[in-house]
């Protein structure tokens, strides 16, 4: 497996709302889809697909889509949602599908959240048919203007003092790709900003992701000073201009050469 039992689970939990929360992803997938440009009656398979955001783009265009994904939450939604399409219970790393049966693989925000990329990466390679196209969204980390709420979480929560080694980078998909087989590599940046209207929508939109939740296992005055320092954060960007998210992605496509 590339990814981990509470992986799934994580998944399972926010699939009802995924699209919601992640309100980028539906632009993203069809940005990643127009880049692949798959004909009418392509193979196509979307690996980690979630609530289909890649893989429904690829069906709009006249494709034979095959959507899998780790998680039996997201799967099932799939199945409801999408009749045309194949859907299966799979882990990216063992893909149980037959050698060069796709035209193209496609994997939104996914390869960032395996255990094994490169595994995967073999894998799309081994599916793909010779000269086959794989394209792959990355998240792009940006802080810009919400500096103010990513220290306050740093403060509370601690995140980003990890040490770990961090998010994966385009550069490092990029090798990972090269290394699994692919070339002919091309990469391209797109941001999809979303304003928010005042502090209570930007909470709404924290409350979304189990904000609540999180502050709940603090002390109730650690929970309150978090409170109270967001709102005053949250209003200091509102009447500065307004306040937004800010979200960005690369994308990348390459073509499938000789086994690895
Ligand atoms: C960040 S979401 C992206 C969903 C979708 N591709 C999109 O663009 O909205 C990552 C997805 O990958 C799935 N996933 C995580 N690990 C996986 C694995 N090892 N094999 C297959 N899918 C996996 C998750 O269940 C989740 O649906």
């Given at each position: ?114 255990d ?22 990355l ?27 961090g ?54 005055d ?17 009447d ?21």
């Amino acid at each position: 497996m590339t990814s981990t039992e509470p992986g799934r689970r994580k998944y399972d939990a926010l699939a009802e709302r995924y699209e919601e929360i992640f309100f980028y992803v539906a632009d993203v997938g069809r940005q990643l889809v127009d880049l692949a440009a798959p004909r009418p009656g392509d193979r196509v398979l979307d690996v980690g697909s979630g609530r289909g955001a890649v893989a429904r783009a690829a069906l709009a265009r006249g494709c034979a889509v095959t959507a899998v994904d780790a998680s039996a939450g997201m799967v099932e939604r799939l199945r409801v949602d999408y009749p045309a399409m194949t859907v299966r219970q799979l882990d990216a790393g063992r893909l149980d599908l037959p050698d060069g049966s796709f035209d193209l693989v496609t994997a939104g925000f996914v390869v960032q959240v395996l255990d094994d990329p490169a595994a995967a990466l073999v894998e799309f390679h081994r599916v793909l048919a010779p000269s086959g196209t794989v394209a792959l969204s990355l998240e792009r980390q940006t802080v810009g203007r919400l500096k103010w709420l990513h220290d306050l979480n740093a403060e509370f929560f601690g995140e980003g003092r990890g040490g770990g080694p961090g998010p994966m980078t385009a550069d490092q998909l990029d090798t990972l790709l090269t290394v699994a087989g692919f070339d002919q590599l091309t990469r391209t940046e797109v941001d999809i900003p979303k304003s928010v209207p005042d502090p209570a929508a930007l909470w709404a939109w924290l409350e979304l992701q189990g904000i609540q939740q999180v502050l709940d296992a603090l002390p109730a005055d650690r929970a309150t000073a978090f409170r109270e320092a967001f709102f005053a954060g949250a209003q200091r960007m509102h009447d500065d201009g307004g306040i937004e998210l800010e979200f960005g992605a690369t994308l990348h496509r390459a073509v499938s050469g000789p086994p690895a």
